[in-house]
């Protein structure tokens, strides 16, 4: 892997800004505003270190793991720099511990776990080959929920270096053979979504971030496409929808962006869309 210069860093804190006013527009997202904004500022602090990798793979390669729904970053193409890591990992536990997103028992684990130069490596290896299926395996699907706080601070802390993969890849690699609901580069799977202008769906990985197009009318997690299955709501303004499945009960957010002023900003709009997720829960599905 060779590595080349980064992009130069947008000055523009942009989604920031957006956040701050949406805290004064709904004062009852005030603490998960915050502790938005503490996880995008930690974010950027990061991956403005990280280099833009040079991820090369054989375009044979490349067309095997797609016809066998396989994501295209492996453990080593990720340009991972320990001790940051190691940083941004136990930033993230402080974070979530900070706003009440992390128990104390489970902090405490995964602080030691953060210290332990043995442990961290092998047990970050591990996770993101097992829940990505890169190699093979069943993928993220079958990630446990016994360490749900452990597996959130480990998506956070990888983030940035897994973004600038998908960045890289992103723009050359052919993704018109990826029909999977699960994200094509590091096999996560979408947490939010965004409607072009065109009016397809694409939809956003919930942990590298990058994005690929997927039907509108098909579920991302269970494949169903009985239309009278499907469910969709929308905001009074129209600025996002929810779609959900009547088969699996999984829904998943949108920006609209047919008529919208802005592109899709997920730091932005997954916490305006918070009451969008109270009203999708009390009908009975599930993120
Ligand atoms: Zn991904
Ligand atoms: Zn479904």
Sequence with gaps: MNERPSRPQRADPRDVAELKQLKTDQPELASAVDLQIALVDMQRRVQGRVPLPWIQPDPAWVAAQQQAG????????????????????????????????????????????????????????????????????????????????????????????????????????????????????????????????????????????????????????????DRSRLTSFATRDGKYRVTACDVCHRYLKAYDGRNASRPVMVSVDSIATLPLDAAAIQRGYVS
């Design 70 to 225: 396989r994501p295209l970053v492996r453990f080593g193409d990720i340009p991972i720099e320990w001790s940051d890591f190691r940083l941004t990992f136990r930033q993230a536990a402080d974070i979530l511990h900070r706003f009440e997103a992390l128990d104390r028992k489970d902090y405490d684990a995964i602080v030691a776990l953060g210290r332990d130069g043995n442990a961290l490596e092998p047990t970050v290896t591990a996770w993101y080959e097992r829940t990505s299926g890169v190699e093979g395996g069943a993928g993220s699907a079958d990630r446990g929920d016994e360490a749900a706080g452990l597996d959130q601070v480990m998506l956070l802390a990888l983030r940035p270096f897994l973004t600038r993969c998908a960045e890289s890849l992103g723009q050359r690699v052919d993704l018109s053979g990826w029909h999977h609901g699960r994200c094509p580069y590091c096999g996560w799977e979408p947490d939010f979504a965004v409607i072009t202008p065109a009016a397809d769906r694409r939809l956003i990985c919930g942990r590298c971030t990058g994005q690929w197009p997927f039907p509108q009318l098909m579920c991302p997690f269970c494949r169903n496409d």
